[in-house]
């Protein structure tokens, strides 16, 4: 008896995803459906499952590179991970911890831009060029 078989809008309906974004998952690595004798993608059950892991790891912030090695060590343990992932994660956090130290960054200084008390310039630096283009005008 051979397994029930998908087509891309079936997916797509079932995991709230677009045929498009199917597309692309198969493009990065993430998803690998048969074809028919005709090229049409055939997707089974598991790949609903396997899509919607996908939307658990970009949700958690993983791109599309780290998702395929995640992929492709999980063995059918019942979390989105295994455990030999620990390092990979852990790097995986450090580098989202340090994007959002610098967002903070950026976010405190345009809030003081904003209340016009931004500290004055230090002494020789250069002003942007770009800026003093735009005075120009």
């Not at 620990?86 to 790097?91: A, E, K, T, V």
């Amino acid at each position: 008896m051979s397994e029930v078989t998908l087509r891309i809008g079936d997916v797509a309906r079932a995991t709230g995803t677009s045929p498009r974004l199917l597309r692309y998952y198969e493009e990065q690595g993430l998803l690998a459906p048969a074809r028919s004798s005709t090229g049409q993608r055939l997707y089974v059950a598991d790949d609903v499952d396997r899509v919607a892991r996908v939307r658990r790891l970009l949700d958690a912030g993983l791109t599309t590179t780290v998702i395929a090695q995640v992929l492709a060590c999980a063995c059918g343990g019942t979390g989105d991970v295994e455990p030999c992932l620990d390092p990979l994660l852990r790097d995986e956090l450090a580098r989202i911890d340090s994007r959002l130290a610098q967002l903070t960054e950026h976010r405190d200084r345009l809030a003081r831009i904003a209340r016009h008390d931004a500290p004055a310039r230090p002494s020789g630096v250069a002003k942007d060029p770009a800026l003093l283009l735009s005075a120009r005008s």
